[in-house]
């Protein structure tokens, strides 16, 4: 019986952490660059977490999060650009709108033809981009 009062405890107690944390946290912010033309082009994002940036500035005591949205067509080149970067962890794709959860501040860059991940693969390409 001891032992299941100390359990119940227990859980009231992380329940109640719990909360208070859920109060403390500042919410998300999205800061989205792209027009309202290039939500729809520009579907997909890579995104990972920057080191760098989280934990203070518009991520205080959150994660930073920083994506690139592009076009099917610069996805690839975008992926490999942004897994080459030394200071993004847990790069993965998603696909239109995107919101993640948690504290932090989650910056969203279009790709733009002179963008560093396609400009060198511009030349190879066939047909049009933008």
Known sequence: MKSTLKGMQMIENLRLIGTKIEREATPMTIQDDRSEAQKITHYYLVVGIDRML????KAKDGVSYAAWACTAIDLPHVIKWVRSRRDLVHVHTVCGD???VGSGHCHIYPVHPRHPAV???QSQSVGTRY
Request: aromatic share 20%.
């Open 54 to 57: 989280s934990g203070w500035g």
């Open 98 to 100: 995107y919101a993640p």
């Open 119 to 121: 400009s060198s693969c």
